[in-house]
């Protein structure tokens, strides 16, 4: 069984541009939640979608903002780019939300603001 | 305080080594506990669950301390693979947000 998938792998952006970050989650998986990861950091915390709807999001700005379709494929946008959204783009998907769950990760999206 | 804290190494530890660390977490009501493993510039991947009275998984064993708020994990017998970054990830039980800490880097060397 496939994974979770991310594409594009790469992304060179200029500031001021947006970007569209695709996840299709693991086969009979409901949720995704999405991950932004700078260098020398963990993984911070976006969004996470469930039976597409928004259950949470962290403290990013509203240039960040996502969806889930029917599919439970899911799409990140972000506006306005900065050359602090430079990072590697995570998305996780689990069968349900319970905190137990573990999330399986795709390869991310390395996003470059030039 | 980060809700997360890790010691970020770097541990340089011989093949055949035992090396272990912690990590800290902030929140008591957190509930589940993670270990991932990321290799350089690549996706986390889930190493272990974290259970309460502690677990091994092969050379791998967690252990997790409620009372002190820490996670600990010790790799036996250190194969030169091993060379990764390990995640401390916490969460609680209905919570959708994985909290990461910012990573151990372990370098095991021939």
């Known amino acids: 069984d496939a994974g979770v998938t991310q594409s594009p792998t790469h992304l060179i952006k200029t500031r001021g541009q947006h970007v569209t970050l695709r996840c299709s989650p693991i086969?009979?998986?409901?949720?995704v939640s999405w991950y932004q990861q700078v260098l020398g950091q963990g993984p911070q915390f976006i969004f996470q979608?469930?039976?597409?709807?928004?259950?949470g999001r962290g403290n990013f700005p509203d240039r960040f903002s996502a969806r889930q379709f029917p599919n439970y494929s899911s799409e990140l946008n972000v506006n306005a780019l900065l050359l602090g959204d430079s990072a590697l783009y995570l998305c996780?998907?689990?069968?349900?939300?319970?905190?137990?769950?573990?999330?399986?990760f795709g390869d991310g999206t390395r996003l470059s603001i030039l | 305080r980060k809700e997360v804290e890790q010691d970020p190494g770097p541990f340089n530890v011989p093949e055949g080594a035992t090396v272990a660390f912690n990590c800290t977490y902030s929140?008591?009501?957190?509930?589940?506990f993670f270990w991932y493993r990321q290799d350089c510039r690549k996706e986390p991947k889930l190493l272990m669950s974290v259970y309460s009275s502690g677990n091994e998984d092969g050379r791998f064993t967690a252990q997790l301390n409620r009372a002190s708020q820490y996670i600990s994990l010790l790799i036996r017998d250190s194969k030169l693979s091993d060379s990764a970054t390990y995640l401390c990830?916490?969460?609680?039980?209905?919570?959708?947000?994985?909290?990461f800490g910012a990573g151990t880097t372990v370098t095991v060397r021939a």
């Open positions: 929140n008591s009501a957190s509930q589940s």
């Open positions: 990830v916490v969460n609680k039980l209905d919570d959708y947000k994985l909290s």
């Open positions: 996780a998907s689990s069968s349900g939300v319970e905190g137990y769950q573990p999330q399986h």
């Open positions: 979608y469930y039976e597409k709807e928004e259950r």
């Open positions: 086969s009979g998986h409901k949720s």
